[in-house]
């Protein structure tokens, strides 16, 4: 609540409120540079992009050999007995243990699923790139449209607290002249309900100062409670707001951030079946075993026993003959393909349309601005003559009220169609992919 409205509520109690712990002079440029550094969703798209990064490190790594080694022993109760030709003998000894370590070096020698599933985490790495440079982007969006909020809110308070000290003004003066009989009572009263109107909104337009500073904090990742204090105004852009030159095609797309990551899906579901196709296709692999083996010990001390070595080498060749499921995966992936094609022009038809919306939205608000900053001129001017004229006694409370009215609406027009076209290019901005601030 604010301090006049405070003035007028006899008995009201102030309450404790948070004090800040400093100040931030704030620039737009700041604002974004603080929030690319401080925002947690940048660090977490940085992050995803080392864990790609990862992934296919670990594509490749399939191509190395892997050498494992283990050991068993195997206690022998009670030995199997072989019958052969009415001969019968035991294949081992009872109660005996057999020691054996093994040590085993596998190497894929041909493995196209391998090549194939490396050029896939390629893509994915470029994917994860452009995700997270949409992050920055989007950041960049909200940063801005949030501190041009805040600058809307700060003018907004300013034009309601000029319009709440002059309407109090007004009531004071009425109220002067009423305790000699020089108004009636109903131009007392028309003057206090103007000046408590005034009141309201301006504790309102306080509130929504509040909460714009407070998303832009959340924004640049402050936890802190800091007084966040932009030396602008909107009205100071009033000379620099051009109509754009971007055009509604493919050539202005070719940033998007939507498309491009699109873009990359599709090429990732068309390796993605050249990895499939990899199915069909034979493998080649080789294993090299080197053993120590230690047979029927009737003891157990492992160390002790007598051991012989052995040695293999085995090339497995894999031939997939059929397999039902390798057919359905490819119609799968082809639909797939397909169906993100249509989503995509779907996507640039719209974001064709939002351009060209952008920059009709941008040209008629210019229009607006030259006829809202008329409108405030002769507004203050109005306010000027039905001030002197109640005055003099020639005109009426109701006069001055509407045009002190008048005055305000004009401002807060005025400020909300500059507020509007900043919008509006901060959102172009953000379809044509424009990285100024990434740089």
Do not use: C
Not at 165 to 170: C, F, G, S, V, Y
Not at 219 to 231: K, R
């Amino acid at each position: 609540m604010g301090v006049a409205m405070m003035n007028m509520l006899p008995g009201y109690a102030q309450p404790a409120s948070e004090t800040a712990i400093g100040s931030l002079d704030l620039t737009l440029d700041k604002a974004i540079e603080i929030a690319l550094a401080e925002n947690p969703t940048i660090r977490v798209a940085e992050k995803e992009i080392q864990l790609k990064q990862v992934a296919h490190k670990e594509a490749w790594q399939a191509l190395l050999p892997t050498v494992g080694v283990n050991a068993t022993l195997q206690h022998t109760i009670k030995a199997a007995t072989m019958n052969l030709g009415g001969n019968t003998f035991k294949m081992g000894i009872d109660n005996s243990n057999t020691a054996t370590g093994t040590a085993t070096l596998s190497l894929p020698l041909f493995a196209p699923a391998v090549y194939k599933n490396m050029s896939l985490t390629k893509e994915d790495i470029k994917l994860a790139q452009e995700k997270s440079r949409n992050s920055k982007l989007d950041l960049v969006n909200q940063v801005t449209k949030a501190y041009y909020a805040l600058m809307l809110a700060q003018d907004s308070y300013k034009v309601m607290t000029h319009s709440y000290n002059t309407a109090k003004q007004n009531y004071e003066v009425v109220a002067s002249k009423f305790e000699v009989g020089k108004v009636s009572e109903y131009d007392k009263i028309s003057a206090e309900v103007q000046m408590r109107g005034m009141n309201s909104a301006m504790v309102t337009s306080e509130t929504g100062l509040t909460l714009a500073a407070l998303r832009l904090r959340v924004l640049m990742g402050i936890t802190e409670n800091i007084d966040l204090v932009i030396n602008d105004s909107l009205k100071n852009y009033e000379n620099s707001l051009v109509l754009s030159d971007a055009e509604a095609n493919d050539a202005a797309l070719a940033n998007n951030s939507a498309l491009r990551q699109m873009d990359l899906n599709i090429s990732l579901l068309q390796k993605a079946r050249k990895t499939l196709y990899t199915n069909f296709m034979p493998t080649l692999s080789m294993q090299l075993t080197g053993q120590y083996q230690s047979l029927y010990n009737t003891d157990w001390n492992v160390f002790g026993y007598k051991y012989s070595p052995s040695s293999s080498l085995l090339f497995t060749l894999t031939i997939p003959i059929y397999q039902a499921s390798n057919w359905t995966k490819l119609k799968t992936n082809k639909i797939q393909i397909a169906q993100l094609q249509d989503n995509r022009e779907n996507t640039r038809r719209q974001l064709v349309m939002s351009i060209e919306t952008y920059k009709q939205n941008m040209a008629s608000t210019i229009a607006q601005i030259v006829s809202n900053a008329e409108a405030v001129r002769q507004a203050e001017k109005a306010v000027a003559i039905s001030s002197k004229r109640y005055e003099v006694g020639r005109g009426t409370i109701l006069e001055l009220n509407q045009s002190e009215v008048s005055e305000t609406q004009a401002e807060l027009t005025y400020v909300q169609s500059i507020y509007d076209y900043l919008i509006n290019k901060a959102d172009l901005d953000y379809t044509l992919g424009r990285e100024s601030y990434l740089k």
